[in-house]
């Protein structure tokens, strides 16, 4: 399997939370399917303290967004 793709999601509001979850719920499949393993390195949002019902612990953590996607941690054609 080649290199892991390493994504930042910028917003951890509902659909950004979401997108956490299934990445980190359907892993396997995910990488059944498309080859290599997709992981979130980097995360965004304003309020750092927030529930939000998702584990980004382990994930660097960008204040501003436009930071995050500049980063060297995440693969720079996941930017969207």
Do not use: N, Y
Request: hydrophobic share 45%; aromatic share 2%.
């Amino acid at each position: 399997m080649t290199e892991p793709l390493r994504i930042g999601i910028a917003g951890l509001g509902t659909v950004g939370a979401s997108v956490v979850r299934v990445l980190h719920e359907k892993a396997g499949q995910l990488s059944r399917q498309c080859g290599r393993d997709i992981i979130v390195t980097a995360v965004s949002a304003r309020d750092r303290l927030r529930v939000r019902g998702v584990d980004v612990s382990a994930m660097t953590w960008f204040d501003d967004p436009v930071a995050l996607a500049q980063s060297g941690g995440i693969d720079r054609k996941s930017v969207v």
